[in-house]
């Protein structure tokens, strides 16, 4: 059975946030700091600073919708309780 994942990433360049979600998390992450992701990648070094993780594809894209709806605000309020 496959594990989805919704995630923050943050520029440590900019401090700017990227929610995404993926089957594989670590590989994901390597390919944001690699340059392979189009949308990070001028904003590379990116920092994993939260993950959820989901049974079905349709719950992680769910959640990811919501989670690109919260503010900056409540992206770090999430990241800080997560800690």
């Known amino acids: 059975m496959t594990t989805y994942y919704v995630y923050l990433l943050r520029s440590v360049k900019d401090g700017m ?5 993926t089957a594989n998390l670590r590989n994901r992450l390597a390919q944001h700091n690699a340059g392979r992701v189009r949308s990070t ?3 590379r ?4 600073v ?3 993780s989901f049974k079905t ?3 992680v894209m769910r959640r990811e919708k919501r989670l690109k ?3 900056r605000a409540e992206k770090e ?4 309780r997560f800690k």
């Not at 070094?45 to 994993?48: G, K, Q, S, T, V």
């Not at 309020?77 to 800080?80: A, N, P, R, V």
Request: charged share 35%; proline share 4%; net charge positive.
């Open 17 to 21: 946030f990227y929610t995404g979600y």
């Open 57 to 59: 594809r349709a719950e």
């Open 69 to 71: 709806a919260f503010g």
């Open 45 to 48: 070094p990116l920092e994993l």
């Open 77 to 80: 309020k999430l990241i800080e």
């Open 41 to 43: 990648k001028r904003r």
């Open 50 to 52: 939260y993950w959820e």
